[in-house]
Structure formats: C-alpha cells, structure tokens
C-alpha cells in the first residue's frame, strides 16, 4: 500500500462516502449516524417506529450539508426489507462504502422462564439481522472491492451482567463478534473491513426501565464497578464510530473496541 501522506485529521474525513445507520433514529445510532455526517458522509437513517424522530436526524443531516441524505422505515430482521435497504442506498448513492448495524432490542428473563418465542425473537432481531444487513450489503462492497463495517455489539458478549437475567441477549452479541471476525477474514480479500464497536452501559431509553425498577441495583452493579462510576453518553460512541469508518483505521479489521468507562479493568 503507498503510503498516505494526508495529515491524520484528513485521514478522518469522509467526504464523498455514503452510510446506512440501522436503528439510527435514536441512542446510539443517532450518534453515530449525526457524528458521520459531521466528518463529510452521506447517511440513510433505518427507523423502524421512531418516524418522527428519524426526520429530526434528516434534518440534522441536511443542515450539515448532506443534502442526499434520508430515513427509510424497515425491519432489519425481515430479509425482504434488508434487500430494500440496500437496493435504495445503491439508487440514491451509487455504491454504499459504510455499514453501521446498530439496530437492537433488550429484554430481562430468567433463563429458566424464558420462552422459545422471546429466545427466537431475541436472535432475529439482535444476531440474524446483523447476518441480514452485512451480506446485503457486503455484495455490493464485494463488487466494488471496497467498503466498512461496523457492528455495533456490546460489554455483554464478553462479560455476564448482573443483576439482570439476559442470557439470550449475551448470547445474541456473542454472536454479534464472532460473525464480524469470520467476515473481516472472508471479505479482507475483497478490501472490506468489519469491526465491532463495544459499549459498555450507555445511558439510552433501553436501560431506562431497569432505571426506573432498580435505581440502586443499577448505582451498585452498572455505575460502582466503573473506574469512572458513571454511564456514557451516546456522543462518546461517536468518535470511535469515524476512526472506524475512516482511513484512519485502514490498518484494522476483525476488532473489538471496547468503550466501557473502565468496566472492565477490575
């Protein structure tokens, strides 16, 4: 590879490049989706309720200067509706160069209680829907011998929370970075790179029912443990989201970047 002579900062920049953000309506993937258009892309917002509030992202966008971008209702869990992700990204982009599956749900069981639908449901929509999206999409980055992705997984698939019971949903991310790491090998020949992005507890509308429940449950066993003893913010997700989406990280493929306030350091 000849060497980039940009300076690191330009390196960051994302200029000309086209995103799909799933669940990019709120949380983290409104993050993520606003910190891209920020560094030059143009990104479609996959909503699949929040209609509203992926306009407002739109809006954003466009205020930004990324007059091409648009929010497209879909349920990624539905192979059909992924194919129309993909095929409205390619007609109104022309190629699609970054991925971003975000889109998610939580859900608290004990395992012994948990039924066979909430289990199957809980795959679908956290694992099979990230498969969905990659190989939609990964078609046309193969074609054009180019593109990134970016999984968004978790603390969960490397640690066993408590004092929530979720085992199908740690099992969900486990699944979440063991795929990336088999496709970052399949697909490095085809110069695609794919990385996981791992949070740790970040203060989004999903952690506040638990809040709401158990607020000294969640003080002793989410915040305590941190070195930093407090939640993240969605924007603090944000920078990471470019370095992986950039040239920046043009040397990285097949990671997890944790981001978890120090979560896991003692």
Same mark, same amino acid.
Request: with cysteine; hydrophobic share 45%.
């Given at each position: 590879?000849?060497?980039?002579?940009?300076?690191? +900062?330009? /390196?960051?920049?994302?200029?000309?490049?086209?995103?799909?953000?799933t669940g990019g309506s709120r949380g983290i993937g409104?993050?993520?989706?606003? &910190? =891209?258009?920020?560094?030059?892309?143009?990104? #479609?917002?996959?909503?699949? !309720? &929040?209609?509203?509030?992926? %306009?407002?992202?739109? #809006?954003?966008?466009?205020?930004?200067?990324?007059?091409?971008?648009?929010?497209?209702?879909?349920?990624?869990?539905?192979?059909q509706a992924v194919a129309q992700i993909a095929d409205?990204?390619?007609?109104?982009?022309?190629?699609?160069?970054?991925?971003?599956?975000?889109?998610?749900?939580?859900?608290?069981?004990? &395992?012994?209680?948990?039924?066979?639908?909430?289990?199957?449901?809980?795959?679908?929509?956290?694992?099979?829907?990230?498969?969905?999206?990659?190989?939609?999409?990964?078609?046309?980055?193969?074609?054009?011998?180019?593109?990134?992705?970016?999984?968004?997984?978790? =603390?969960?698939? /490397?640690?066993?929370?408590?004092?929530? !019971?979720? #085992?199908?949903?740690?099992?969900? !991310?486990?699944?979440?970075?063991? +795929?990336?790491?088999? +496709?970052?090998? %399949?697909?490095? *020949?085809?110069?695609?790179?794919?990385?996981?992005?791992?949070?740790?507890?970040?203060?989004?509308?999903?952690?506040? *029912?638990? =809040?709401?429940?158990? *607020?000294?449950?969640?003080?002793?066993?989410?915040?305590? *443990?941190?070195?930093?003893?407090?939640?993240?913010?969605?924007?603090?997700?944000?920078?990471? &989201?470019?370095? =992986?989406?950039?040239? #920046?990280?043009?040397?990285?493929?097949?990671?997890?970047?944790?981001?978890?306030?120090?979560?896991?350091?003692?």
């Amino acid at each position: 590879m000849a060497t980039d002579r940009r300076s690191v +900062l330009d /390196r960051f920049r994302l200029d000309g490049r086209t995103a799909i953000v799933t669940g990019g309506s709120r949380g983290i993937g409104r993050a993520i989706a606003l &910190a =891209l258009g920020e560094a030059g892309a143009d990104v #479609a917002v996959i909503f699949e !309720k &929040a209609a509203a509030r992926a %306009e407002e992202v739109v #809006a954003a966008l466009h205020a930004l200067g990324r007059r091409r971008s648009y929010a497209q209702q879909a349920d990624v869990a539905q192979s059909q509706a992924v194919a129309q992700i993909a095929d409205e990204a390619e007609q109104r982009f022309g190629r699609i160069d970054i991925l971003v599956n975000n889109a998610g749900i939580a859900h608290n069981a004990a &395992a012994e209680d948990l039924t066979e639908a909430e289990w199957e449901r809980m795959i679908r929509v956290n694992l099979t829907s990230v498969f969905l999206c990659c190989q939609a999409v990964g078609r046309r980055m193969i074609r054009q011998r180019s593109g990134t992705i970016i999984n968004v997984g978790s =603390l969960s698939a /490397r640690i066993v929370n408590y004092p929530q !019971k979720q #085992a199908h949903y740690n099992a969900a !991310k486990a699944g979440v970075h063991l +795929l990336s790491k088999c +496709l970052a090998v %399949e697909w490095a *020949p085809h110069n695609i790179r794919v990385n996981v992005l791992v949070p740790g507890y970040i203060h989004t509308e999903l952690v506040d *029912p638990f =809040l709401a429940r158990h *607020p000294e449950a969640a003080a002793e066993h989410w915040l305590k *443990p941190s070195v930093q003893n407090r939640f993240g913010a969605p924007e603090e997700l944000a920078g990471a &989201a470019v370095y =992986l989406a950039s040239d #920046a990280s043009s040397f990285m493929t097949g990671e997890e970047m944790v981001i978890d306030g120090g979560y896991t350091l003692r």
